[in-house]
């Protein structure tokens, strides 16, 4: 469905003016816009008519300068305005004239002159063009010296590799590279409305084409194959029907380029009603499409077909207008043009319905993107595949609208904390879709994971930041969300005790309190104890008393930290006890030896005055007899042979001492001594042994000697502790009822 040629601008249609500009007086081979007779009464004066803009627009300024000239244009009278007032141009207004006033008494004499010239005061300054542009809407087509042309539609906006604006459409709109610029038309009196194939305006210059391809690389025809079967797949020079519009109009900066078809049932604000654009796709056959183009507007169908299908080249013969006349390439091609058949890969629909003019259209399935219009005939519409064709164009893609990501976080953070937020999944955010977020003046492009959700990282300092989240995908943007998030102080944890450990007993001295906390913070004790520690890099601090604490008591210790920038931590409290030494084991000694029957039958010690005595043996436990400061266990049983383990603690008032340890042997019974047959030989004389001095049993019995002093770990020792028993009351004056 190749790019029309006809003239777009009926003679004295009503954008005749646009055309004498934009087109420099002409359109199309021998189509003069020469100005007819204007229908109005000119000046009594008039001796002349007025030629073109160009010579009109020379004579005026030359005579008056372009201070006061706002336009000079042709209206569908064929009469020459002239518009008056202050050009249209950017900067200060306060002292511009009334655009209202009446013309000049010499800028009327300057009209007279003409018979075709008019004059106009100008009510209001020119103002750049800004428009919404959507896929589907028509464009113009035309060459370097506009001397050829044709009509195409827009297939999609988009970019080229480094970002640029963009317009994909079907390359056959270029007539293989004849074409170069485009130019708007107007979606209000396109043939999609007007149902005029004649009827048409132009808004404003769009761009200039880039690459194309219509057909095999380098616009070439297909060829076939030395024993070719029929396969069209195995055709050589397969190629695709695409082109690009890199957008760069003198107002291209006010174009505005949507993700978006139009369906034309809104042609005064073309995105009010049609579909976004959420990806790119395949067609597949059965599936549900609908196009958009200048020429039938919007339509829908079914993909029939998927596959390669052949259409007429730039040079191949057109028919005759004669139908009976012989047509050159039917049913032998009887002129090489006949070979100019481009081989393009896309699919078919047998419902839905093209014109020309809507070559280029937007093709889309659902929200994705499939194709544009390239060729038809009366019983079938195909479609270029979008995807392959977007292979041949050296990076371009496909604008696709994104749903604007949500920041999700409410409550304060803290420095470094994590701001959430989420975006719709699939479809609507394709894959690859990332998110920048912009906190303050620092921007992270996070990821956006399999559940919709994303995260970043709060700022290092405290305050309210505004927050600014946009998903991307490669150049495609959404709409901007805005936030703000607070960061606060966090509050540090509280410091670990970890020596004496809270619920412990300890002996006496304790001379240090440490634990664990935040490095660089520092760790304040109160309580029964005061001091300070700096936590150091591996997180530890201990702090050393002043005075050793040594009397038998209950402490609680409370640790906090301080840091800068933390808020204070918490409390935490250690309350350990200073035991009493346990009760000494004096008898039997640790480490005696007792032979066979002979083991003891009391176990006794010392202790605190006042204090209760648990003794156990091994693991057996027996109260023990106390007597002032001595204590004593009688054994319920004779001990046999073995080893054995002697604990001893003492409870004094509300404290339970530390544990005394003891540890005794009874020996084996002794085995019979061997007896010996006499024998009949006489013996050898010995000398005669000396006598052994005979030995002094040990205390209770045996043959072994006494070790000497219980191993027992005891308060003072044995003579110390009767010295201690007097002081007891003194030193432990600090005693509690409970802990």
């Known amino acids: 469905m190749h790019a029309s040629t006809r003239a777009f601008i009926k003679r004295g249609g009503s954008a005749a003016a646009a055309a004498a500009v934009l087109l420099g007086g002409t359109f199309g081979a021998g189509a003069a816009m020469a100005a007819p007779a204007s229908d109005a009464v000119p000046a009594a004066s008039a001796t002349v008519e007025a030629a073109n803009v160009d ?70 300054p020119a103002e750049p063009f800004a428009a919404d542009i959507t896929n589907g809407q028509g464009f113009l ?17 988009g970019f080229n590799k480094e970002g640029a604006p963009a317009v994909i459409s079907a390359g056959h709109c270029t007539m293989d590279g004849a074409l170069v610029d485009t130019i708007l038309t107007n979606p209000l009196v396109d043939p999609a409305i007007t149902n005029d194939p004649n009827s048409g305006a132009l808004l404003e210059p769009l761009g200039t084409f880039g690459a194309s391809q219509f057909g095999g ?16 797949n195995k055709l050589n020079n397969i190629g695709t029907d695409v082109s690009v519009i890199d957008v760069n109009g003198p107002n291209a900066p006010g174009l505005t380029q949507l993700p978006f078809v139009t369906d034309w049932t809104t042609p005064a604000s073309p995105k009010d009603s049609g579909a976004l654009v959420k990806g790119v796709s395949k067609a597949i056959v059965g599936t549900d499409i609908c196009k958009s183009g200048r020429t039938t507007g919007w339509d829908c169908g079914t993909v029939s077909e998927v596959g390669v299908f052949l259409v007429q080249g730039i040079s191949y013969p057109k028919d005759p207008v004669d139908p009976d006349a012989p047509k050159p390439c039917v049913p032998v091609a009887t002129v090489p043009q006949c070979n100019d058949i481009r081989a393009v890969r896309g699919f078919g629909s047998t419902d839905l319905v093209t014109r020309q003019g809507d070559s280029g259209g937007a093709i889309i399935a659902g929200n994705q993107a499939v194709g544009m219009v390239s060729a038809g005939t009366s019983t079938i519409t195909y479609g270029v595949d979008l995807q392959d064709a977007l292979a041949h164009t050296d990076g371009y893609t496909v604008k696709i609208f994104l749903e604007a990501p949500k920041v999700t976080n409410a409550a304060p953070l803290f420095r470094g904390g994590t701001i959430t937020g989420t975006l719709a999944l699939a479809p609507d955010a ?138 204070d931590s918490p409390e935490t409290t250690s309350g350990f006890t200073i035991a009493p030494n346990g009760p000494a084991i004096m008898s039997p000694a640790n480490g005696t030896k007792f032979i ?144």
């Open 55 to 124: 010579t009109l627009l020379a004579d005026y300024s030359a005579e008056f300068g372009l201070g006061q000239l706002q336009s000079i244009m042709v209206n569908d009278k064929g009469e020459f305005v002239i518009r008056t007032g202050v050009p249209a141009a950017g900067g200060p207004s306060a002292t511009a004239p009334s655009f209202g006033a009446a013309a000049t008494p010499g800028v009327d004499e300057f009209a007279s002159r003409y018979g075709n010239v008019v004059i106009e005061a100008a009510d209001g």
């Open 141 to 157: 087509a035309l060459s370097a010296n506009r001397a050829q042309g044709g009509l195409c539609s827009l297939g999609w906006n």
């Open 217 to 232: 690389p380098g616009n070439t025809p297909a060829t076939v194959p030395p024993g070719w079967d029929g396969d069209y």
């Open 430 to 567: 394709p894959a690859g879709t990332k998110v920048d977020v912009t906190i303050g003046t620092d921007t992270q492009e996070v990821t956006v994971g399999a559940d919709g959700t994303w995260t970043a990282k709060a700022p290092n300092t405290f305050g309210t930041f505004p927050v600014t989240a946009q998903a991307k995908n490669g150049y495609s943007t959404s709409a901007t969300t805005t936030a703000s998030i607070e960061v606060i102080k966090d509050t540090l944890p509280a410091p670990a005790i970890t020596s004496p450990a809270d619920g412990s007993s300890v002996a006496a001295p304790v001379t240090t309190i440490a634990g664990t906390g935040k490095p660089g913070a520092t760790v304040k004790l109160t309580g029964d104890v005061s001091g300070t520690a700096v936590v150091a890099k591996d997180g530890k601090w201990s702090v050393t008393l002043p005075s050793s604490l040594v009397e038998p008591n209950w402490y609680d210790v409370t640790a906090m930290q301080t840091l800068t920038d933390w808020l």
């Open 596 to 739: 066979f029957n002979k083991g003891p039958s009391v176990i006794s010690g010392t202790n605190v005055a006042q204090a209760t005595v648990h003794v156990t043996v091994n693991g057996k436990g027996y109260d023990a007899l106390v007597d002032g400061t001595a204590w004593s266990v009688t054994l319920d049983a004779p001990l046999g042979s073995g080893s054995y383990a002697i604990t001893a603690t003492q409870q004094w008032g509300d404290f339970a001492s530390l544990t005394s340890t003891s540890a005794f042997v009874v020996q084996a019974e002794p085995k019979p001594e061997p007896t010996t047959a006499p024998t009949t030989q006489q013996p050898t004389p010995t000398t005669p042994a000396p006598t052994a001095a005979p030995t002094t049993p040990a205390p209770g019995g045996g043959n072994l000697a006494n070790t000497g002093a219980s191993g027992t770990t005891i308060l003072l020792g044995a003579a110390g502790g009767l010295l201690l028993l007097g002081g007891v009351a003194f030193l432990l004056i600090r005693r509690r009822s409970s802990h």
